[in-house]
Nanobody, 117 residues
Framework: VQLQASGGGLVQAGGSLRLSCSASGGTFSRYTMYWFRQAPGKEREFASGIIKDGRTYYADSVRGRFTISRDNAKNMVYLQMNSLNPEDTAVYYC????????????WGRGTLVTVSS
């Protein structure tokens, strides 16, 4: 499956952004979808995931501020990010796997989110 993330940009602290990820080449509804992020100088980390049945899960650092969703009809997954702070500055990656995984099999190019203070 091929993944393409979009929607990153520059936002002030306290603002919001919505990331989108389009998928092609597979049966989208079968995949667990993820958002990971990598901040400058740091390792990549899990941010959020959504299983094919719609269950969602979040890293503690984003829970309550970020919301993941999916539209199986459009082969899309989204990440609504609210109350952004400078610590959310990172390249955000969309990923997919047929089963829940700590290291998903499929990855897209990232989209940069920069939060200014």
């Amino acid at each position: 499956v091929q993944l393409q993330a979009s929607g990153g940009g520059l936002v002030q602290a306290g603002g919001s952004l919505r990331l989108s990820c389009s998928a092609s080449g597979g049966t989208f509804s079968r995949y667990t979808m993820y958002w990971f992020r990598q901040a400058p100088g740091k390792e990549r980390e899990f941010a959020s995931g959504i299983i094919k049945d719609g269950r969602t899960y979040y890293a503690d650092s984003v829970r309550g501020r970020f919301t993941i969703s999916r539209d199986n009809a459009k082969n899309m997954v989204y990440l609504q990010m609210n109350s952004l702070n400078p610590e959310d500055t990172a390249v955000y990656y969309c990923a997919a796997d047929l089963s829940p995984s700590d290291n998903p099999e499929y990855w897209g190019r990232g989209t940069l989110v920069t939060v200014s203070s």
